[in-house]
């Protein structure tokens, strides 16, 4: 007899092949037939006419290894099991709490600390081998799939110095990549506007991530910039993936548009805008870096090179405070940021840098900078997302503007204050005004079909997260197949499943077939859809009726089933 039979549903299998009425066999965490099982008897028979059945959901974007020491992790992990998550590929964007070495881990706990994070000083493990240990003793909410991230190696082997490397320190940092990759992880990620990948030169990461490809490794990277220079950061990821044979995962596609002095006046005109795209549609915002970047991510794909890509499907994101000050004020780490911020001298060269500083490529020199938000989308465009104090508790989920208003300061002395008086823990949501109008900057090129779906969360220990931590998937299946009819269902599903799976070569998850690992999503087609927003971004979705991880059931009827946690660690043998 089988375990369970999943009857009558229509089968989106993740491949992208059109959908087809099957029931599903389980036995065990397997899929043991997909067919005509009217004759079968089961434990368990669910009930699934009108409904369709798909893989579990990858989110191949996450940054779920920071979080996974707090004590209530399981329960912060609920909205991603409600919206049909089974397997999150973390360590993203170069972060990661492993390796970490006592020597250095202040570091570390700085750093997690600037996201909102708090964490021990000294962790259960050092090395990535003992990380991995420790996530498996744990007991896992969903499948987990390891990357080794460049910023707690170079911190490990260089702590806070923001240099280039030494051959003998590129030495040490190869053999940890190569730990780290000994130990089971699928690729090597790097966050290249970040402290400390932004101090490393190409050809570092090239060397690194060569060990990572000799071992069938992937690169994943946060390129180097996401602002004007977007292009030219996106040439250099594909450069890293052609020197060092890896393939390329390009993480969350975007770039802010350069506005400039027209981003006041937008904010406010967007209302009349979006009025005036009811009545005839208008273009959306040009666009033309994001497309610059993408003809050169077709033009290696035409040349037979492997590259990925995700997106996030929002016209948000999420970044800390840090983020908005030129890279020469970050050297040293968050504490040496918030010092410099103290010293009035230093402030204002700081405050001309953020004013006056032209975007510029590559962003090692003092003086340079890729990747100036502020100049990208203004101020007002963001909003507090979190604090560490209970003191300005108040401020999250507020416009930096408005609070600037409110406090009588102008809006830089405002946040540079606010770094300050938090230690530099304030995290913040960035973006376009949310309407359909703004949103086509980015749907114009979200059909690409090397576009797979990250939702890119960061649960802080305060405030909300962004709305992609309730939202994400279920949005992709609501709001992109049926509101702006961008993808076909299959479509849809196959960039949540099928295509994330194939990028890290995890070969036995992401689709509905016999033999295939059992996480799968029983979900309503016709109402499926994500409820959170900027300003509710913890409703949770609608649509996801039951989800099944490694065979067992983690949703019924759209709530968490309580019991043992059902994911686990996959390690690349
Ligand atoms: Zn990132
Ligand atoms: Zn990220």
Redo the contacts with the bound molecule.
């Keep these: 007899m089988i375990d369970m039979l999943i009857q009558g549903a229509t089968v989106i299998d993740g491949t992208g092949r059109k959908g087809f009425r099957a029931d599903v066999a389980l036995q065990g965490d397997r899929i043991a037939e997909v067919g005509n099982l009217s004759d079968s008897s089961a434990r368990e028979v669910l009930k699934a006419d009108g409904k369709a059945v798909c893989p579990g959901f990858i989110n191949i974007?996450s940054h779920d290894d920071l979080y996974v020491s707090r004590a209530d992790y399981l329960k912060l992990f609920e909205p991603y099991l409600r919206q049909g998550i089974t397997t999150t590929v973390i360590s993203?964007?170069?972060?990661s709490p492993s390796p970490w070495f006592r020597k250095n881990g202040h570091i570390l706990k700085g750093l997690l600390f600037s996201m909102g994070i708090s964490a021990d000083a000294a962790p259960e493990w050092e090395t990535q081998q003992d990380f991995h240990g420790y996530l498996s003793a744990r007991g896992l909410p969903m499948n987990f799939v390891p990357l080794v991230a460049h910023g707690p190696i170079r911190i490990a082997v260089m702590g806070e110095e923001n240099r280039f490397c030494t051959p003998a320190e590129l030495g040490e940092m190869k053999a940890l990549v190569r730990q780290g990759m000994e130990a089971g992880c699928w690729g090597f990620s790097t966050?290249l506007?970040?402290f400390p990948g932004v101090y490393a030169h190409t050809d570092e990461i090239v060397e690194l991530a060569l060990v990572a490809g000799k071992m069938g490794g992937r690169y994943a990277t946060?390129v180097r910039g996401h602002g004007a220079t977007y292009p030219l950061a996106v040439e250099e990821a594909l450069e890293i993936a052609r020197r060092s044979g890896c393939g390329v995962q390009l993480?969350?596609v975007f770039c802010a548009p350069y506005l400039g002095l027209f981003a006041a006046p937008l904010y406010y005109l967007v209302g009349v805008l979006e009025a005036v795209n009811q009545v005839v549609p208008l273009p959306g915002l040009p666009n033309g870096v994001l497309k610059k970047a993408l003809r050169k991510v077709d033009q290696a794909l035409d040349q037979g090179q492997d590259v990925g890509m995700d997106f996030i499907p929002y016209v948000l994101?999420n970044?800390t405070v840090t983020q908005l000050y030129p890279p020469w004020a970050n050297k040293g780490g968050t504490a040496r940021l918030v010092d410099r911020l103290r010293d009035p001298a230093t402030r204002a060269r700081i405050r001309q840098d953020v004013e006056r500083l032209k975007p510029r490529w590559p962003h090692w020199e003092e003086g340079s900078w890729s990747d100036n938000y502020l100049k990208s989308l203004g101020w007002h465009m963001m909003q507090i997302l979190s604090v560490a104090s209970d003191r300005n508790r108040f401020m999250e989920g507020r416009r930096i503007l408005d609070l600037a208003r409110q406090a009588g300061k102008d809006p830089f002395e405002f946040i540079a204050d606010l770094t300050v008086e938090e230690s530099g823990s304030v995290s913040i949501l960035f973006g376009l005004p949310p309407r359909p109008w703004t949103e086509k900057v980015f749907t114009s090129i979200q059909g690409h079909p090397a576009l797979s779906v990250g939702a890119?969360t960061i649960f802080a220990e305060h405030g909300a997260p962004p709305p992609s931590g309730y939202g994400c998937f279920p949005r992709i299946l609501g709001h992109y197949v049926r509101d702006l009819g961008l993808y076909s269902i299959e479509n849809a599903v196959h960039r949540c499943t099928g295509l994330s799976a194939s990028r890290f070569g995890l070969t036995d998850r992401g689709k509905v077939e016999k033999g295939a690992h059992a996480d799968l999503v029983i979900f309503d087609p016709a109402t499926v859809r994500d409820r959170a927003t900027m300003e509710n971004p913890t409703l949770y979705p609608e649509g996801i009726e039951h989800v099944i991880l490694n065979g067992k059931r983690v949703v019924r009827e759209g709530q968490t089933v309580s019991g043992q946690p059902a994911g686990r660690l996959l390690l690349r043998s």
């Design positions: 974007h993203n964007c170069g972060w966050g506007t970040y946060h993480a969350h994101g970044t890119d």
